[in-house]
Each structure stands twice: as C-alpha cells, then as structure tokens.
C-alpha cells in the first residue's frame, strides 16, 4: 500500500510517498539557513516556512514517485509531540489532503517514527527489541514490545541528550545545529582533557540527567574566561561527547541487561553522531547481540519514517478523523 507522508514537527519540512517499509519518494527542505542567524530554531519563522514549502514538496514527492492522489492508499501525518506552530501546519495540510481526496488519515507520533527509520535500511528487523531514542527534545530507553506497543523504561529527568549537545556547542561558539558541529569539532580533539561530571538519577537506575553536565561546561568556558583563558574548543567538545557518550552507554547497558532482547536499535537526531555510533556497536559486539542505526540520511527527521510507521499504525487500525488536533507534549505508549 502507498502511504503519503507529512513531516513538520521542528524545522525541516518534509514529503515522502512510502510502500511498506520502502521509501519511493522523499522531499525535504531544510530552515537551518535561517535559524542559525539566532543561534536557534525560531518557532514563528519555523511555521512560516513550513507554510511556504509544503505544497510544492507534496508536489515533488509524487512527482518522483511517479503518482498522483489516485495511487495513493492513505495520507500518514506527524502531530505530536514537537513544536505546536509548526505541527499544526502539516496536520493542516494532511486533514486538508485526506478529505479532498478521499483517503485515510494516520496520525504517527514523532519518536515512534524515528524508531521505524530503522526499517528502512533493515529489512530483517523486526520488534521486540531495546530502543536508545536520542534527539533534540528527548531521551528515552523503549522497551519496543510490537510496531505499535511501546514501553518506556528510562528517560530524562530534564534536558535532552541534543539539547546538551546544542547548548554546550552555541558556548563554545559553534553554529547552530550545535551537536553536529561539536560531533566534527571533537575529531580533533583529546576527551581526557577535561573531567566533566555524569549525574545520577536516585529513583530509576535507567533515567538521564543532562542538565547539570550541560551547567557544568558552561561554568567551564566562563571560569576561563574571568581568568582571562580561553578553552581548547577540540578538547571541550571531544570531552563532552564522550561524556554524554558514557552516560548513555551505562544506563543502555544496564537496560540490556534488564531485559532478554538480543537486539538494541538507536534512533533520533543525535543517532547521528559518531562516537555514539561507534561506542554501541562496540558494546553489542562484545555482548554478542545485533545492533541497528539508522541511515545518517533518515536519522534527522523525515517523511519517510512517518511513512513507514504510519504504514503499521495502518495495520493495526489507527485512524483519525478532521477533528485530528496537534500536540506538543504526547506519551509514546499511550498517545495521551
Ligand atoms: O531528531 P531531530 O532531528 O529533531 C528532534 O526531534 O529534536 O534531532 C535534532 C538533534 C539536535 O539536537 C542536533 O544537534 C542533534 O540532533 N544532532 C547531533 C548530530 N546530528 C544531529 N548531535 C550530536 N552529533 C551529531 N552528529
Ligand atoms: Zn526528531
């Protein structure tokens, strides 16, 4: 079946017509030109663009894939959670798309999709299995029981795992998106050179801490600064990316070993990153079970995720009607 999908929960618009677990068509178009002159997404502007550019990325899509509205099965679209002004744009234009042309419409929800970019490049993989969802906005530990059943197990108390790489990043100076320069920067750099701290969570062996690593470098850069010192930028970033590296790999660890899964699957913008790819891979080598990442080219969002999760959230009968709303807050078990 052909699912077209819709993407708009931060700041990159995106249209993908998928087929199953295939990605037959995907446009996007990206806003970090704009953001990065405020060291940010701007929500207003994000709307705005997203405004702009979805009607002719639904037109490329189809395009590419060489159909039009009549070939398509069913209209899957991201609505929560993420940036309210910029969800409500492509739930707009789904509700709008479904009812003109007289299709399905799939609500998907945004982690829930970054976990199936996973299926694209992975035909054999398949639930149950742990989840590591990293991004801008979460950090979450998923115990992923089916395509549609979802378990959380550890999460962050606060800031996100790309939250922290972000906002250490604009510290030292780095452009926005923050956590992909800081992952080239710290190439060059030795992560022994400075002692960061990794916070605890008393409660739950298995949840995250960021924000006090990220307070901590921030303290750094600015204590050097009142001395008049400035920070080895390689150093500090190749440090706080083995830190937050460390972090992740002790509760994922502890996660497997909780759980009888024989397979981890990382996912989320910051799956990207290189040390954090390297430093699983490693672990699952050594305890002898598979691992699965993303395509760098589907860890970011997309459309053609939603596609594809919203190709199971189609099997196992998720409908909305035109009274679909968008939210900017949703739990991935429950979808409340
Ligand atoms: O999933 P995503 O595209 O958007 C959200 O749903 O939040 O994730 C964006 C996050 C940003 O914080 C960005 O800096 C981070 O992913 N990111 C990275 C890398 N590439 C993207 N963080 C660390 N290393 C990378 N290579
Ligand atoms: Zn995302």
């Known amino acids: 079946m052909n699912i077209l999908a819709i993407e708009s929960s ?54 590419a894939a060489g159909m039009t509205m009549r070939d398509i099965d069913a209209v899957a679209v991201t609505y929560a959670p993420g940036l309210i002004g910029s969800l409500l744009v492509g739930v707009g234009f789904a509700k709008g798309l479904a009812f003109a042309a007289g299709k399905p419409l799939v609500p998907v929800h945004h982690l829930r999709s970054h976990i199936a970019a996973n299926y694209i490049t992975a035909p054999d993989l398949k639930p149950p299995f742990l989840a590591l969802v990293i991004s801008g906005g979460h950090s979450h530990l998923i115990d992923v029981q089916d395509y549609t059943v979802f378990h959380v197990i550890g999460k962050t ?31 060059g750099g030795n992560p022994d050179t400075y002692p960061l701290p990794k916070p605890r969570v008393d409660q739950n062996p298995l949840d995250f801490s960021f924000s006090g690593l990220k307070t901590a470098v921030i303290n750094l850069i600015h204590n050097h600064a009142q001395k008049g010192e400035t920070v080895c930028v390689p150093d500090l970033c190749a440090s706080v990316r083995k830190t937050v590296t460390d972090i992740l790999l002790d509760r994922t660890a502890k996660a497997l070993d909780t759980l009888p899964y024989r397979t981890l699957v990382l996912a989320g913008g910051v799956s990207a990153n290189s040390e954090i790819r390297r430093r699983m891979a490693e672990e699952c080598q050594k305890r002898g079970i598979a691992f699965y990442k993303p395509e760098l080219s589907f860890c970011g969002d997309n459309a053609a995720m939603v596609g594809v999760q919203g190709y199971y959230e189609y099997l196992a009968g998720t409908r909305a009607d035109l009274s679909l709303n968008a939210y900017a807050t949703m739990n991935i078990e429950t979808l409340c």
């Not at 709307?47 to 899509?61: M, V």
């Open 157 to 187: 108390r606060d800031d996100a795992a790309g939250e922290c790489f972000d906002k250490t990043a604009r510290a030292m100076g780095l452009p926005y998106p923050g956590g992909v320069h800081l992952d080239k920067v710290a190439n």
């Open 10 to 63: 931060c700041d990159d618009t995106a249209v993908a017509v998928t087929s199953g677990r295939t990605v037959l068509s995907s446009a996007a178009a990206s806003q970090i030109p704009e953001h990065v002159l405020y060291g940010g997404v701007v929500p207003e502007i994000a709307s705005r663009r997203h405004i702009e550019a979805i009607s002719s990325l639904y037109r490329q899509a189809l395009n």
